[in-house]
């Protein structure tokens, strides 16, 4: 689990926008709505590179946004 402090301030790398924290069975993970990006969270760290986030579909975007919470309480 991430710390609330640190998801305060943790913001989309392309776009400055806030992000979803989405936990699952497999993990958990930070999520860009808008772009439909996902960042993977490895031991606890978030990876927030460009180049290492993966595209969502519309079926997934769905289920993530019906598990998350928004990373940015603003």
Known sequence: MLDESLLSI???PADRGPLVL???G???LLY???LRRAY???DGIPVLLIEEARDVDEDEHDRLMARGRPADPR
């Open 10 to 12: 943790l913001v989309c």
């Open 22 to 24: 989405v936990g699952s």
């Open 26 to 28: 497999e993990g958990e």
């Open 32 to 34: 860009n709505p808008r």
């Open 40 to 42: 993977r969270i490895e």
